[in-house]
């Protein structure tokens, strides 16, 4: 006899993997597109641009494809999923989160 899956193991997962993607995000749109059965297809008309992504802006790319696929309606990105692309966008580049300047801040202190 089989028991139902409780509704926090359904909801918990989808929340491990974005807070995966947020410290890993190439490894997560790379498991996203192992296992997301069409996930990345539906959000993107060319191979090229999730690749692109893959390489340049990661978290973008996976703010991106969750506000096509899970946000709005088909082919469509609400208000919400443009300023989730936008901070992503941010934290790709750097600007938030202290990137390189922290980075070659802290260096200074330790050397």
């Known amino acids: 006899m089989s ?5 926090a193991t359904l909801f918990g997962m989808p929340f491990v993997l974005g807070c995966l993607g947020l ?7 790379f498991l996203v597109w192992l296992f997301g ?3 990345l297809g539906r959000a993107f008309d060319s191979v090229i641009w999730p690749v692109l992504g ?3 802006l ?5 703010a991106f494809v969750y506000a ?7 082919g469509e990105v609400p208000p919400l999923g ?5 901070l992503a966008g941010l934290f ?9 300047r922290g980075r070659r801040h802290r260096r200074r202190e330790r050397d």
């Open 3 to 7: 028991r139902p899956v409780p509704a």
């Open 23 to 29: 410290a890993f995000p190439r490894f997560v749109l």
């Open 37 to 39: 059965g069409g996930y």
């Open 54 to 56: 893959f390489l340049f």
């Open 58 to 62: 990661p978290l973008t790319t996976l």
């Open 68 to 74: 096509m696929n899970s946000l709005g309606g088909p």
């Open 82 to 86: 443009w300023v989730l692309i936008g």
């Open 92 to 100: 790709d580049l750097g600007l938030l989160g202290n990137g390189e």
